[in-house]
């Protein structure tokens, strides 16, 4: 994503390259505050705490909770703390045994990002209330969530290291933490699973059934996390992954800076297709999506794939063949896709689609339309889709949690981490960042681990075909692919921004928790 935007992967290309849901009646949190510990900016070093009840009801059925917010310090091996991280944690009450209940934890991607994305717009009891694809105008609501996820599990919303009301409590502040020791693919892999370790601990939850939900990046820090938790002792149950990239150098975002590699453009190429029949841009346009997809993904993995990988040996009665079949699945102009060499990258894509209305498509959720800011642009500029949620659900959030949770005062909410380059490098390698091994391993090491992957069909940040064909090439044994589960919806990035996706999202993973207790 072109702009400071959660989940995403996008923007951060450039540090690797250079270096209606209907209105229904809110359910009221109760404002009772059992606990309120040091709830001020001046306390990150002190784990902070504010417990509130409240009920939500989920498909009919009414669920009362316990709320804890508050913050979780992170020492290193002299005692000293080194950053705070915060967290929203949502219990069921009248549980006969509380240990014994699944437990998720839940985080977005960036990296960089804070978790409001999907406390408030999937799985917490309230849910910012918007107009699908049409803008919402403030002021905002927010409503009962009735496909909260807190009917199949408890639920831990974790905030990234530097979001959210957590810090890097540095020298200056007393501890011995440093932004170096955090911002970094392995250093967020660790911290979140020190976090994971201690919120178990704190909560007498270790023997819980134990669930990973990340989007976005946040799939990409699930394999680092659920190898790293293994290998410490911790079990888990399932990871379940929600538009997902396991390897960068799949990503259309800046395919031409890793030219001899053709995979960014063949795994694009269905969402590319899903975006134009949804915008009614092809030459023959076909009824039903799903069929039409499936010829495109043939496409895509055979023809497609052939031609690219000929390069310069190509021969023109191909090469025109080519060209022409793009024009009918993707709706560019034939001399478009000549000039591209049979090559548009997802920015090129999003800036050509609608270019005859001088408008862009969304990047992480292509049903979305805005005005480009230069018509004559070659990259879409920015993601219409952030224009049309961003302060919504930062509103939202910053109320709902002072309000009903009890907890922020005298504190700043950082939607965005202040993260500064981020360290790309795996182990110390240099190159494009891969953690299919990792995840493999997970799998391996426990092989009653299931994973669920989860993809939108408008997605052009992390194409659902790119997802799938990373899973299908995890290097462990063929017979742990049964472990892996595949959904797609009629959706972007943020499959639940879509309501009806919404409702089939919350089904598939309450039926894929329940199942793999």
Do not use: C
């Amino acid at each position: 994503m072109k702009s400071k935007k959660i989940l995403l992967l996008g923007a951060f290309i450039f540090a690797l390259t250079s270096f209606s849901f209907g209105q229904v009646k809110k359910e009221i949190t109760s404002v009772k505050v059992d606990i309120m510990q040091d709830s001020t900016v001046h306390n990150y070093k002190r784990p902070q705490k504010s417990i509130t009840h409240g009920s939500v009801t989920v498909e009919g059925k009414r669920i009362s909770y316990e709320a804890v917010t508050g913050t979780i310090v992170l020492k290193n091996n002299e005692d000293s703390p080194t950053i705070s991280m915060s967290y929203v944690a949502y219990f069921k009450e009248d549980e006969n045994d509380a240990s014994q209940r699944p437990i998720t934890f839940i985080y977005n991607g960036g990296p960089g990002s804070a978790t409001l994305w999907l406390l408030m717009g999937a799985w917490g009891p309230q849910r910012v209330y918007l107009n699908d694809t049409s803008r919402t105008k403030p002021p905002y609501k927010t409503v009962n969530n009735d496909y909260s996820l807190l009917d199949a599990s408890d639920l831990v919303f974790i905030d990234a290291p530097g979001t959210g009301f957590g810090e890097v409590i540095t020298k200056k502040m007393g501890g011995a933490g440093d932004p170096k020791d955090f911002f970094g693919i392995d250093q967020d892999g660790r911290a979140f699973t020190n976090f994971i370790t201690q919120f178990i601990t704190e909560f007498n939850r270790w023997n819980s059934p134990k669930y990973l939900f990340g989007e976005s990046y946040g799939t990409f820090r699930s394999a680092l996390v659920a190898n790293m938790l293994q290998n410490s002792g911790v079990g888990l149950n399932g990871v379940i992954l929600l538009s997902q990239l396991l390897t960068y150098e799949n990503m259309s975002d800046d395919a031409q800076s890793h030219p001899g590699n053709d995979n960014p453009y063949i795994l694009a190429l269905p969402s590319y297709a899903a975006t134009a029949w949804y915008h009614h841009k092809l030459p023959n346009q076909p009824e039903s999506l799903l069929p039409f997809l499936k010829e495109v993904e043939h496409f895509a993995l055979n023809d497609y794939s052939l031609a690219l990988n000929k390069g310069a040996t190509i021969d023109p009665a191909t090469f025109d063949a080519i060209a022409e079949k793009l024009h009918n699945y993707t709706g560019l102009p034939v001399t478009y896709i000549r000039k591209a060499n049979l090559r548009v990258t997802g920015p090129q894509f999003e800036h050509a689609l609608l270019g005859d209305s001088s408008k862009i498509t969304g990047r992480l959720d292509s049903r979305f339309a805005g005005d480009a800011f230069n018509p004559l642009g070659e990259d879409a500029e920015y993601d219409p889709m952030d224009s049309y949620i961003d302060a919504a659900f930062t509103a939202t959030f910053n109320n709902y949690v002072r309000t009903d949770l009890k907890f922020g005062k005298g504190m700043n909410y950082k939607t965005f981490g202040n993260t500064g380059r981020w360290d790309m490098k795996r182990r110390g390698e240099v190159g494009y960042p891969n953690v299919m091994n990792d995840l493999a391993q997970a799998m391996i090491y426990n092989p009653d681990l299931k994973v669920m992957l989860n993809s939108g069909y408008f997605d052009l940040g992390t194409p659902y075909f790119e997802g799938e064909y990373e899973m299908e090439h995890l290097p462990m044994p063929v017979s742990l692919q049964k472990n892996i589960e595949y959904d797609r919806y009629m959706s972007g990035h943020m499959v639940y921004l879509h309501p009806e996706s919404l409702k089939l999202l919350h089904d598939n993973v309450a039926k894929f928790i329940n199942a793999s207790n």
